[in-house]
């Protein structure tokens, strides 16, 4: 992966074959805007450039108008830039906890997801 980039690749969805790509290095992903270099080091959501995720499974629990009776298809994905005192995934969201995946295997997280739940929810 080239420095600088965090995904690329071509959108297989659109039928023009558009082509994507999110910098982050400086990163402005997110409306905490830190301009981190995130191929050198963490920026304020504590993140590099690879993404991070703790868990991805069938969610059942929560918001029932989008979990339903067969759950949502949840990702967990590491750090936050909010901080929020009372964070209920505080482990993830400022402690880091989760592995790095390649964006080919978030890829395939998220189709297996797909096929197993009517709904995605990104966390
Ligand atoms: S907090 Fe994280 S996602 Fe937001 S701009 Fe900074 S490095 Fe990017």
């Known amino acids: 992966m080239a420095a600088g980039t965090h995904f690329s690749g071509t ?3 659109s039928s023009s074959g558009d082509t ?3 910098s982050c290095s400086p ?3 997110c409306p905490r805007d830190c301009g981190a270099d995130r191929a050198v080091s963490p920026g ?7 993404p991070t995720a703790a868990r991805a499974a069938l969610h059942h629990w929560e918001e029932p108008c989008i ?3 067969r759950g949502s298809g949840t990702i967990f994905f590491t750090g936050c830039s909010l901080r929020c005192c009372f964070c209920q995934n505080y ?5 880091n906890l989760g592995k790095t995946v390649t964006p080919a295997g978030l890829c395939r ?3 297996r ?10 966390w």
């Open 11 to 13: 959108d297989t969805r």
């Open 20 to 22: 994507f790509s999110l």
């Open 67 to 69: 979990s339903g009776t």
């Open 113 to 122: 997801l797909q096929d197993e739940a009517p709904t995605i929810s990104i």
């Open 91 to 95: 482990h993830i969201s400022q402690e």
């Open 109 to 111: 997280m998220m189709l």
């Open 27 to 29: 990163c402005h992903l």
């Open 44 to 50: 304020y959501c504590g993140q590099l450039d690879a």
